[in-house]
């Protein structure tokens, strides 16, 4: 059984950083894609970054690029959020999610695996 297990959400200052892990377990995937996605109240679940398994590419959603970085440890089965210079529109629930056979995608559908995400919250 697939599972992801994110941590590292909390509340920070505007301009503060944070560091999301997503820990990923139960699969043997040979071609496989991982994603962050964030969901503010209201509003639809958003890409925010995605990593290939096949070459470790990463790719950014347009409003987090520069200030965000994804990656990945291999032999913890983990990929990282870093997230810095976090404004207040990035408060949201955070989740990682997993995708077989499509490369990498940030379209929230297309992912078959989720974890149960967590919350970041930016204070002005």
């Known amino acids: 059984e697939v599972q992801l297990v994110e941590s590292g959400g909390g509340l920070v200052q505007a301009g503060g950083s944070l560091r999301l892990s997503c820990a990923a377990s139960?699969?043997?995937?040979?071609?496989?894609?991982i994603g962050w996605f964030r969901q503010a109240p209201g509003k639809e679940r958003e890409g925010v970054s995605c990593?290939?398994?096949?070459?470790?590419?990463?790719y950014y959603a347009d409003s987090v690029k520069g200030r965000f970085t994804m990656s990945s440890d291999n032999a913890k089965n983990t990929v990282y959020l870093q997230m810095n210079s976090l404004t207040p529109e990035d408060t949201a629930v955070y989740y990682c999610?997993?995708?077989?056979?499509?490369?990498?995608?940030?379209?929230?559908?297309?992912?078959?695996?989720w974890g149960q995400g967590t919350q970041v919250t930016v204070s002005s």
């Open positions: 139960g699969f043997t995937f040979d071609d496989y894609a």
């Open positions: 990593i290939s398994s096949s070459d470790g590419s990463t």
């Open positions: 999610a997993l995708v077989t056979g499509v490369g990498a995608t940030m379209i929230y559908y297309e992912y078959d695996y």
